[in-house]
């Protein structure tokens, strides 16, 4: 069915793809593109030459996509684009029995790969290099104003094993610090400098007492600790003003609709997150061997404050996550057969384990749908998938739910918190699983226990 020969096609392959350029302008493709997914389903007709379509299966799909997404070549997009051909091809025309419920959606979204300074992967740099290029010019711009102030900078961090998140959160705010100064000298920083840059973001943006706190921390740490300059603004600025704010929570109810909105992957991660408590970043990054389903829990490693801790294994979603197990094992054995199947390891890790970091415990629990390639040793991996897919999948969910709360993946964690407490758990043990250092940060989820403000009934309902 190429069609590369008009002359000799039938009429039955004519109207073939009369009729998937029909399923496309039905579905808004863009005529423009048109002509590529017809290459697309073409390539994939003759990679199944001699299989007639109407019997193929959603294993078909699988083999052929994961075959593409080891393509060094095939651009991000072009995958996306693919998946969309298939997609209309076996649910818009050939109303295929199992393509409805094919799970679409995670191959698009999961093939997002991680930019080489992503939170994962920024310390996974060259020799020679302390980190990995940064997307962000200003960052870039600091990297190399600040010289050998960066390379202490960077040093001092990672020999006090302070995380991936707080380096790159400082760096930002430093880099934008010596862009409101236009690119001082750090040896010519003055308490008065840093004390009008805070004032800056406090009264001019208007950044909360939080952020403005950040910023403070990131400043006194790199002119303190990194260059050991004293600096005495204690009180020199005006203060972004304190605000206690209490965690949006979903009822139980709401926490159904939500999930109920969701399909295959994304329905079974956020059931985890809700299920477990994880952070977004915790349950992207999580390895198989991380799940126990002798013991029922899942360790959570390396979480905030690079430190372990357990939580429970939702009973409920055994049998998906087996199932879901089992297909991506498939995933890495074909990997395996093809030369791929690297986890990507911290460095040191890595060195220690060798070609131990090819068993199938060590890799993500949830894969991206695309391999990528290494930054420093253009070695093509396997990543975890980007966090954002996820995190836009559960705002959009809530939205189609008519949940007028700003629901974020987070809400999901605070949602765990709150229902373990109304459910007469001890706090101490909430404490644990959520892996809260000060017994206070816990504390905050009691508010919901007090229904109606403080637990006061209103004057109104008496009446």
């Not at 693919?82 to 109303?95: G, K, P, T, Y």
Request: proline content about 3%; overall charge positive; some cysteine.
């Amino acid at each position: 069915m190429s069609g590369n020969q008009p002359g000799s096609q039938s009429r039955a392959v004519q109207r073939f793809w009369h009729n998937y350029f029909s399923a496309l302008e039905k579905s808004r493709v863009a005529a423009s593109v048109r002509p590529y997914y017809r290459k697309h389903v073409e390539r994939y007709i003759r990679a199944h030459e001699g299989h007639r379509l109407s019997e193929h299966s959603a294993r078909d799909v699988d083999q052929y996509l994961a075959a593409k997404g080891r393509m060094r070549d095939l651009q991000e997009w072009q995958f996306r684009q693919l998946v969309d051909a298939l997609r209309l091809l076996f649910c818009e025309l050939l109303s295929a029995s199992w393509a409805d419920s094919y799970d679409w959606l995670a191959w698009r979204v999961f093939a997002r790969t991680l930019a080489t300074d992503h939170v994962t992967l920024a310390r996974n740099a060259r020799s020679g290099e302390l980190s990995a290029p940064s997307s962000n010019p200003m960052v870039t711009k600091f990297r190399a104003h600040a010289g050998d102030d960066y390379t202490a900078f960077v040093t001092t961090l990672r020999v006090r094993h302070m995380a991936g998140r707080t380096e790159q959160t400082y760096e930002h705010w430093i880099a934008r610090f010596f862009s409101f100064r236009e690119w001082c000298k750090p040896a010519d920083v003055s308490a008065d400098d840093i004390s009008g840059f805070l004032e800056y973001l406090a009264v001019k943006r208007q950044v909360s007492s939080a952020t403005q706190h950040v910023a403070l921390n990131a400043l006194v740490f790199f002119f303190r600790e990194v260059l050991g300059k004293e600096m005495d603004i204690a009180g020199g600025f005006v203060r972004a003003p304190a605000k206690q704010r209490v965690p949006v929570v979903l009822t139980q109810e709401e926490v159904r609709l939500v999930l109920d909105r969701l399909s295959g992957r994304m329905r079974l991660m956020a059931s985890l997150m809700y299920g477990t408590g994880m952070r977004v970043m915790e349950c992207v990054r999580l390895r198989v061997q991380d799940i126990d389903f002798g013991f029922e829990q899942i360790t959570v490693r390396r979480g905030k404050g690079d430190k372990d801790r357990v939580v429970p294994l939702p009973m409920r979603l055994v049998p998906q996550l087996k199932m879901h197990l089992a297909e991506i094992k498939l995933l890495h054995d074909g990997d395996l057969a093809s030369g791929f199947g690297d986890a990507y390891l911290p460095p040191a890790l890595a060195r220690k384990l060798g070609n131990s970091r090819r068993d199938w415990g060590w890799q993500y629990a949830f894969p991206a749908t695309r391999l990528s390639v290494d930054y420093p040793t253009g070695v093509m991996r396997r990543h975890h998938v980007h966090e954002t897919s996820l995190q836009k999948a559960i705002r959009n969910a809530a939205k189609e739910a008519g949940i007028a709360k700003r629901v974020t993946s987070h809400t999901l964690r605070h949602s765990f918190a709150t229902h373990l407490l109304q459910s007469g758990k001890d706090i101490r043990v909430i404490q644990e699983l959520l892996g809260h250092a000060d017994l206070a940060t816990t504390m905050i989820y009691t508010h919901v226990l007090r229904k109606g403000g403080l637990g006061v009934q209103s004057p109104l309902d008496i009446l």
